[in-house]
Nanobody, 123 residues
């Protein structure tokens, strides 16, 4: 499975962006999709995850209430809608997929990774 992330860019603080991640095909069902991010000089951190049918989601505290993860299984695509962006949201954002039902947060739990897309939020 190959994942292709897109939608990053430069935005002012308070602005919005929507990231997309297209999968070349579905992983073994059920599958969880997630977003992670890595700021310069920092470790890759969990951002959000969504269950196979989209009914369950989980967010890190730092993005709860500002970001929304969703998926379109017909298009094998997962989205991350980001609002009220802050300079501290600046990072390379990665999408990932794992086989199973647990909305895992450790990156080691994910089996497939996209290449990352840069999000830069200016103050």
């Amino acid at each position: 499975v190959q994942l292709q992330a897109s939608g990053g860019g430069l935005v002012q603080a308070g602005g919005s962006l929507r990231l997309s991640c297209a999968a070349s095909r579905r992983t073994v069902s059920p599958s969880v999709m997630g977003w992670f991010r890595q700021a310069p000089g920092k470790e890759r951190d969990f951002v959000a995850a969504i269950s196979d049918d989209g009914s369950n989601t989980y967010y890190s505290e730092s993005v709860e209430g500002r970001f929304t993860i969703s998926r379109d299984n017909a298009k094998t695509t997962v989205y991350l809608q980001m609002h009220s962006l802050r300079p501290e949201d600046t990072a390379v954002y990665y999408c990932a997929a794992r086989n199973g039902v647990v909305l895992a947060t450790p990156q080691a739990e994910y089996d497939y990774w996209g290449q990352g897309t840069q999000v830069t939020v200016s103050s």
